[in-house]
């Protein structure tokens, strides 16, 4: 079976700085993907450089088995990958329904789109109460919420979460862990960067350890939850 993303050796470089130094890794359909890792350790990097936000130094990205590389950010929306980005960036002066209907901005089927916004709200009946409401005033965990929403109206194939998880509450947390957990039962595919190890680990089919630009370890979510270098590092115990 091909995968449905392969990144083979991506260098990624902020002018001099290489924050990623080299790593490879695949997403197989149906998977939730993890990538985990300290702050600065290049995952936010990695996602963005998927997006074709930045442009990768060196290395190979294959996405339902056509290259990535060089393909504007909006046309590999277009392709199927969306990305729900660190810190949300949501428009806070628009409704939740206005933030939702920006995440289908490449489609021009206006039933579907009716259609999907609602998926959203049955996903999130939150959202659903609260449509008329500017998004800004929403708690961190709607905001989260939303922001999977929104990505998720570009119907896409992969679907990227980079720490959905920061700030939130337990029980938020919990929540956003649960609905990427009811997403993959729908069939879809995630790659999930988090901080929160321990929470990604519980539900990925594989996980990626990365430190300083370089995967450094990668197994099975359940593997490397019981693994003791990992358990020291990253789940805080001595
Ligand atoms: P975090 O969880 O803190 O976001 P991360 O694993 O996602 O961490 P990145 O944000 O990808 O890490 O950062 C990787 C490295 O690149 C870090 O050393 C960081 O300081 C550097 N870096 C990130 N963004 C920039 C930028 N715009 N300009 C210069 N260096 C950057």
């Not at 929403?149 to 947390?173: H, N, Q, T, V, W």
């Amino acid at each position: 079976m091909t995968a449905l993303l392969e990144v083979e050796d991506l260098r990624v470089a902020y002018g001099k700085i290489e924050a990623v130094k080299g790593i490879s890794f695949t997403v197989e359909a149906g998977q939730v993907v993890t990538l985990i890792g300290t702050n600065g350790a290049g995952k936010t990097t990695t996602l963005r450089t998927l997006s074709g936000l930045l442009k990768p130094l060196a290395g190979k990205i294959t996405f339902d088995g056509q290259p990535l590389n060089g393909v504007p950010a909006h046309k590999i929306v277009e392709r199927g990958l969306a990305h729900s980005p660190e810190g949300r960036r949501l428009f806070p002066r628009l409704t939740i329904a206005e933030n939702l209907q920006l995440g289908a901005f490449l489609r021009k089927d206006t039933a579907g789109i009716e259609e999907d916004i609602q998926r959203i709200y049955d996903l999130f009946p939150i959202l659903g109460e609260r449509r008329k409401q500017a998004s800004g005033t929403l708690s961190g965990g709607e905001q989260q919420m939303l922001a999977m929403g929104r990505a998720l109206m570009s119907r896409p194939k992969l679907l990227m979460l980079d720490e959905p998880s920061m700030g939130l509450s337990p029980i938020m947390m919990q929540k956003i862990m649960e609905t990427i957990e009811e997403l993959r039962t729908q069939g879809m595919t995630i790659l999930l960067v988090e901080q929160n190890a321990q929470a990604a680990l519980s539900l990925a089919d594989q996980g990626h350890v990365m430190e300083i630009g370089k995967v450094v370890l990668s197994d099975s979510g359940e593997t490397l939850l019981h693994d003791e270098s990992v358990r020291k590092a990253y789940l805080g115990e001595d």
